[in-house]
């Protein structure tokens, strides 16, 4: 069974520091993985896609980082900000049939504390 | 443009009722995408939608849940019978389609149904 895990649940960090978000899944026959952010009472804003034969996807303050071989992929925040407080979900999909269902982890709630 | 809606956005409903909820995908994508995401855990796959091809079924959890898409457009996803364990936020997606290319495989998600079974 395919599984994506993410560790903290839970983080808190001043402003201004950069941070580091971790995702680990399970199987490495992974087509493509994808970040997200959720807010409360709101669905899901895409934040990176990275496909499976790339290593990373850069956009803005995000830097998202995807390593077949340990089954791991990070996404990093430079210059944290209080706006950037949300809840983020790593989701991988996978090669073959179904190609398109996204699994997701549970995900990491940030705190950007001013 | 406009991006992924639903509605409603909130539904409370007693146990054993019927239930409709209805998504609008981003125009021109002909991918759509029905996700559950209970309290504490993560997004579940329901069932997705790729142009007139069949639908693929495989995360519905019960005979009770079905979902109908009229061409490349408006979706519903029906909760029949619903029991307190449908209980939880339901999420539509859709995407440009489904290939090799990048950026056609990005999912864009609607603000999601919040479901509530008494």
């Known amino acids: 069974k395919q599984e994506v895990t993410q560790i903290p649940a839970a983080l808190s960090v001043p402003e201004g520091e950069n941070l580091v978000l971790n995702c680990s899944f399970t199987d490495s026959a992974i087509y493509n993985l994808q970040w997200f952010r959720q807010d409360p009472g709101k669905g899901l804003t895409s934040l990176l896609l990275i496909q499976s034969s790339q290593r990373e996807q850069t956009s803005g303050r995000l830097n998202a980082s995807l390593d077949k071989s340990s089954g791991r992929s990070t996404l990093y925040i430079a210059a944290s900000q209080p706006g950037d407080s949300a809840t983020y979900l790593c989701?991988?999909?996978?090669?073959?049939?179904?190609?398109?269902?996204?699994?997701f982890g549970k995900g990491t709630k940030l705190s950007v504390i001013p | 443009g406009a991006g992924v809606s639903q509605s409603p956005s909130n539904k409370v409903t007693e146990k054993g009722k019927d239930v409709e909820l209805r998504c609008d995908p981003i125009?021109?994508?002909?991918?759509l995408y029905w996700y559950r995401q209970r309290l504490g855990q993560g997004l579940e796959f329901l069932i997705y939608f790729q142009g007139n091809s069949a639908p693929d079924k495989s995360g519905l959890p019960s005979d009770r849940f079905s979902a109908e898409r009229t061409g490349e457009s408006v979706s519903t996803l029906t909760i029949q019978r619903t029991q307190q364990e449908d209980s939880a936020v339901y999420l539509c997606a859709s995407s440009l389609g489904v290939r090799s290319d990048l950026s056609y495989n990005e999912q864009f998600f609607g603000p999601g149904t919040r479901l509530t079974v008494l």
């Open positions: 989701a991988a999909s996978y090669s073959g049939a179904g190609s398109y269902q996204l699994t």
């Open positions: 125009s021109g994508h002909t991918a």
